[in-house]
Protein backbone atom coordinates (compact mmCIF):
# COMPACT_ATOMS: atom_id res chain seq x y z
CA UNK A 1 0.00 0.00 0.00
CA UNK A 2 3.06 2.16 0.45
CA UNK A 3 4.25 2.05 -2.79
CA UNK A 4 0.93 2.21 -4.38
CA UNK A 5 0.53 5.84 -2.75
CA UNK A 6 3.84 6.99 -3.31
CA UNK A 7 3.01 6.14 -6.76
CA UNK A 8 -0.21 7.99 -6.78
CA UNK A 9 1.42 11.09 -5.55
CA UNK A 10 3.94 10.54 -8.05
CA UNK A 11 1.62 11.26 -10.73
CA UNK A 12 -0.43 13.64 -8.86
CA UNK A 13 2.66 15.84 -9.32
CA UNK A 14 3.48 15.18 -12.79
CA UNK A 15 0.19 15.80 -14.20
CA UNK A 16 -0.32 18.88 -11.78
CA UNK A 17 3.17 20.10 -13.50
CA UNK A 18 1.61 19.81 -17.18
CA UNK A 19 -1.88 21.07 -16.27
CA UNK A 20 -0.44 24.15 -17.69
CA UNK A 21 0.45 23.28 -20.99
CA UNK A 22 -2.00 19.87 -21.42
CA UNK A 23 -4.12 21.02 -23.97
CA UNK A 24 -1.41 22.11 -26.22
CA UNK A 25 -0.14 18.03 -26.03
CA UNK A 26 -3.71 16.11 -25.58
CA UNK A 27 -3.68 15.01 -29.19
CA UNK A 28 -5.23 11.02 -28.58
CA UNK A 29 -6.95 12.36 -25.91
CA UNK A 30 -8.73 14.51 -28.03
CA UNK A 31 -9.43 11.39 -30.43
CA UNK A 32 -10.74 9.30 -27.65
CA UNK A 33 -12.97 12.42 -26.36
CA UNK A 34 -14.77 12.50 -29.41
CA UNK A 35 -15.30 8.94 -29.50
CA UNK A 36 -16.73 8.68 -26.14
CA UNK A 37 -18.95 11.50 -26.33
CA UNK A 38 -21.08 10.28 -28.70
CA UNK A 39 -22.22 7.56 -26.52
CA UNK A 40 -23.00 9.94 -24.32
CA UNK A 41 -26.74 11.04 -23.18
CA UNK A 42 -28.43 13.73 -23.28
CA UNK A 43 -30.17 15.49 -20.35
CA UNK A 44 -28.02 14.09 -17.72
CA UNK A 45 -28.78 14.93 -14.26
CA UNK A 46 -25.58 14.65 -12.19
CA UNK A 47 -22.41 13.52 -14.50
CA UNK A 48 -19.30 12.09 -13.27
CA UNK A 49 -16.01 12.91 -14.78
CA UNK A 50 -13.30 11.30 -13.30
CA UNK A 51 -10.07 12.10 -13.64
CA UNK A 52 -10.73 15.00 -15.52
CA UNK A 53 -7.66 16.74 -16.23
CA UNK A 54 -8.37 20.67 -17.64
CA UNK A 55 -12.12 19.81 -17.99
CA UNK A 56 -14.34 18.83 -20.86
CA UNK A 57 -16.89 21.06 -22.54
CA UNK A 58 -20.45 19.01 -21.84
CA UNK A 59 -22.57 21.56 -22.39
CA UNK A 60 -24.42 20.34 -25.88
CA UNK A 61 -25.03 16.78 -23.42
CA UNK A 62 -27.15 19.53 -20.13
CA UNK A 63 -26.06 18.04 -17.57
CA UNK A 64 -27.66 19.62 -14.31
CA UNK A 65 -24.45 19.24 -12.62
CA UNK A 66 -21.17 18.05 -13.27
CA UNK A 67 -18.44 16.43 -11.11
CA UNK A 68 -15.23 16.50 -12.02
CA UNK A 69 -12.54 14.57 -9.85
CA UNK A 70 -9.16 14.15 -10.38
CA UNK A 71 -6.20 13.03 -8.56
CA UNK A 72 -3.96 15.91 -9.41
CA UNK A 73 -5.21 19.72 -7.68
CA UNK A 74 -2.98 21.53 -10.85
CA UNK A 75 -5.66 20.22 -13.36
CA UNK A 76 -8.62 21.06 -11.38
CA UNK A 77 -7.39 24.56 -10.72
CA UNK A 78 -6.82 24.90 -14.59
CA UNK A 79 -10.45 23.51 -15.07
CA UNK A 80 -11.67 25.79 -12.79
CA UNK A 81 -11.11 28.53 -15.14
CA UNK A 82 -12.93 27.36 -17.55
CA UNK A 83 -15.85 25.89 -16.20
CA UNK A 84 -16.47 27.50 -12.85
CA UNK A 85 -19.83 25.40 -12.36
CA UNK A 86 -18.22 22.18 -12.36
CA UNK A 87 -17.69 21.03 -8.44
CA UNK A 88 -14.51 19.85 -8.30
CA UNK A 89 -12.78 17.26 -5.87
CA UNK A 90 -9.19 16.65 -5.46
CA UNK A 91 -9.52 12.23 -5.22
CA UNK A 92 -8.73 8.69 -6.20
CA UNK A 93 -10.57 6.83 -8.90
CA UNK A 94 -9.98 3.58 -6.85
CA UNK A 95 -11.46 5.58 -3.65
CA UNK A 96 -14.08 8.06 -4.45
CA UNK A 97 -15.56 10.61 -1.70
CA UNK A 98 -19.23 10.37 -3.49
CA UNK A 99 -22.32 8.72 -1.75
CA UNK A 100 -23.68 5.31 -3.31
CA UNK A 101 -25.96 5.61 -6.09
CA UNK A 102 -25.22 9.61 -6.76
CA UNK A 103 -24.44 10.07 -9.82
CA UNK A 104 -26.24 8.84 -13.51
CA UNK A 105 -23.02 9.12 -15.40
CA UNK A 106 -19.64 7.57 -15.02
CA UNK A 107 -17.55 9.29 -18.05
CA UNK A 108 -13.69 9.17 -17.74
CA UNK A 109 -11.33 9.70 -20.89
CA UNK A 110 -7.81 8.27 -20.83
CA UNK A 111 -7.07 8.83 -16.83
CA UNK A 112 -8.08 5.52 -15.47
CA UNK A 113 -4.89 3.70 -16.61
CA UNK A 114 -2.86 5.24 -14.26
CA UNK A 115 -4.85 3.26 -10.74
CA UNK A 116 -2.81 0.39 -9.55
CA UNK A 117 -5.54 -1.38 -8.83
CA UNK A 118 -8.51 -1.83 -11.46
CA UNK A 119 -11.01 -3.84 -9.27
CA UNK A 120 -11.31 -1.35 -6.98
CA UNK A 121 -11.63 1.77 -10.12
CA UNK A 122 -14.35 -0.92 -11.03
CA UNK A 123 -16.31 -1.60 -7.89
CA UNK A 124 -16.33 2.36 -6.96
CA UNK A 125 -17.92 3.29 -10.32
CA UNK A 126 -20.74 0.47 -9.52
CA UNK A 127 -20.83 1.69 -6.33
CA UNK A 128 -21.31 5.57 -7.44
CA UNK A 129 -23.68 4.87 -10.43
CA UNK A 130 -27.64 5.25 -9.28
CA UNK A 131 -29.66 2.11 -10.84
CA UNK A 132 -30.13 2.59 -15.07
CA UNK A 133 -26.69 4.54 -14.61
CA UNK A 134 -24.04 4.68 -17.08
CA UNK A 135 -20.59 3.92 -17.52
CA UNK A 136 -18.06 5.67 -20.38
CA UNK A 137 -14.71 4.71 -20.45
CA UNK A 138 -11.21 4.95 -22.42
CA UNK A 139 -8.49 4.08 -21.23
CA UNK A 140 -5.17 2.78 -22.79
CA UNK A 141 -4.37 -0.88 -22.64
CA UNK A 142 -1.25 -3.35 -23.42
CA UNK A 143 0.16 -2.83 -27.10
CA UNK A 144 0.31 0.68 -27.09
CA UNK A 145 3.12 2.73 -27.90
CA UNK A 146 5.47 0.03 -29.86
CA UNK A 147 7.39 3.25 -31.21
CA UNK A 148 9.04 3.67 -27.60
CA UNK A 149 10.77 0.20 -28.08
CA UNK A 150 12.18 1.56 -31.61
CA UNK A 151 13.04 4.01 -30.16
CA UNK A 152 14.62 2.80 -26.66
CA UNK A 153 12.60 4.49 -24.48
CA UNK A 154 10.92 2.87 -21.66
CA UNK A 155 7.65 2.93 -21.01
CA UNK A 156 4.71 1.90 -18.96
CA UNK A 157 2.88 -1.49 -18.73
CA UNK A 158 -0.59 -1.03 -19.50
CA UNK A 159 -3.34 -3.22 -18.40
CA UNK A 160 -3.63 -5.75 -20.56
CA UNK A 161 -7.93 -5.12 -21.95
CA UNK A 162 -9.21 -8.99 -20.72
CA UNK A 163 -7.57 -9.16 -17.43
CA UNK A 164 -9.71 -5.04 -18.09
CA UNK A 165 -12.82 -6.92 -18.78
CA UNK A 166 -12.70 -9.31 -16.23
CA UNK A 167 -12.64 -6.54 -13.61
CA UNK A 168 -15.72 -4.57 -14.64
CA UNK A 169 -17.16 -8.24 -15.35
CA UNK A 170 -16.89 -9.16 -11.87
CA UNK A 171 -19.89 -7.00 -11.20
CA UNK A 172 -23.61 -7.33 -11.92
CA UNK A 173 -23.88 -4.98 -15.03
CA UNK A 174 -27.12 -4.96 -16.73
CA UNK A 175 -25.52 -4.66 -20.16
CA UNK A 176 -21.39 -4.66 -20.49
CA UNK A 177 -19.78 -4.22 -23.63
CA UNK A 178 -15.72 -3.86 -24.33
CA UNK A 179 -13.82 -3.10 -27.60
CA UNK A 180 -10.50 -1.86 -28.63
CA UNK A 181 -9.72 0.21 -30.63
CA UNK A 182 -6.31 1.25 -32.49
CA UNK A 183 -5.54 4.65 -32.66
CA UNK A 184 -2.41 6.66 -34.49
CA UNK A 185 -1.13 10.06 -34.13
CA UNK A 186 1.29 11.67 -36.38
CA UNK A 187 3.77 14.28 -35.43
CA UNK A 188 5.99 16.49 -38.13
CA UNK A 189 8.90 15.92 -35.31
CA UNK A 190 10.25 13.84 -32.65
CA UNK A 191 9.93 16.90 -30.16
CA UNK A 192 6.23 17.29 -30.94
CA UNK A 193 5.94 13.22 -30.47
CA UNK A 194 7.09 12.99 -27.14
CA UNK A 195 5.46 16.64 -25.72
CA UNK A 196 2.42 14.56 -26.46
CA UNK A 197 3.58 12.25 -23.79
CA UNK A 198 5.52 14.12 -21.24
CA UNK A 199 3.13 17.34 -22.24
CA UNK A 200 0.15 15.62 -21.01
CA UNK A 201 2.21 14.17 -17.96
CA UNK A 202 3.20 11.24 -18.46
CA UNK A 203 7.60 10.17 -17.84
CA UNK A 204 9.91 8.35 -20.31
CA UNK A 205 12.91 6.94 -19.25
CA UNK A 206 16.06 6.16 -21.92
CA UNK A 207 16.57 2.43 -21.78
CA UNK A 208 20.60 3.24 -22.29
CA UNK A 209 20.66 5.40 -19.76
CA UNK A 210 24.61 6.51 -20.57
CA UNK A 211 23.06 8.17 -23.56
CA UNK A 212 22.97 11.81 -22.74
CA UNK A 213 23.29 15.39 -24.24
CA UNK A 214 23.40 16.32 -28.03
CA UNK A 215 24.44 12.50 -29.30
CA UNK A 216 21.94 10.97 -27.16
CA UNK A 217 19.17 13.21 -28.86
CA UNK A 218 20.73 12.76 -32.37
CA UNK A 219 20.23 8.87 -32.00
CA UNK A 220 17.06 9.41 -31.02
CA UNK A 221 15.90 11.95 -33.89
CA UNK A 222 17.80 9.15 -36.61
CA UNK A 223 15.63 6.41 -34.82
CA UNK A 224 12.48 8.59 -35.35
CA UNK A 225 13.09 9.38 -38.48
CA UNK A 226 13.56 5.91 -39.64
CA UNK A 227 9.60 5.42 -37.96
CA UNK A 228 8.30 8.01 -40.37
CA UNK A 229 5.38 7.95 -43.19
CA UNK A 230 3.58 10.24 -45.17
CA UNK A 231 1.66 11.89 -42.37
CA UNK A 232 4.32 12.35 -39.88
CA UNK A 233 6.41 9.94 -36.86
CA UNK A 234 3.61 8.01 -36.04
CA UNK A 235 2.65 7.17 -32.17
CA UNK A 236 0.21 4.23 -31.77
CA UNK A 237 -2.09 3.40 -29.13
CA UNK A 238 -4.62 0.95 -28.54
CA UNK A 239 -7.36 2.16 -26.45
CA UNK A 240 -9.69 0.31 -24.73
CA UNK A 241 -13.66 1.48 -24.58
CA UNK A 242 -16.23 0.53 -21.53
CA UNK A 243 -19.74 1.30 -22.01
CA UNK A 244 -22.09 -0.38 -19.49
CA UNK A 245 -25.48 0.37 -18.07
CA UNK A 246 -25.99 -0.17 -14.01
Same mark, same amino acid.
Given at each position: ?38 ? @??? #? ?57 ? %?V ?11 ? #? ?21 ? @? ?11 ? #? ?8 E ?30 ? @? ?8 ? %???A ?16 ? #???L ?17 M?
Amino acid at each position: MRAELNTDHAVAQRFSHAASHYQQHNVIQRQTQQQLLQS @LPT #AVARLLDVGAGPGTDFSQYQPQQVIAVDIASGMLQQLQQQYADYQVMCADAQQLPLSSA %SVDSYYSNLALQWC #ADMSLVAHEAYRVLRPQGQLLIA @LVVAGSLPELDDL #ALNKRQFIDEHQLQAAFAALPWQQLHCETIRHQCHFADLRQ @LLYSIKGVGA %SLTAQQQGLKGKQHWLALQAR #AEALRQAAGIPLSYRVAYLRAMK
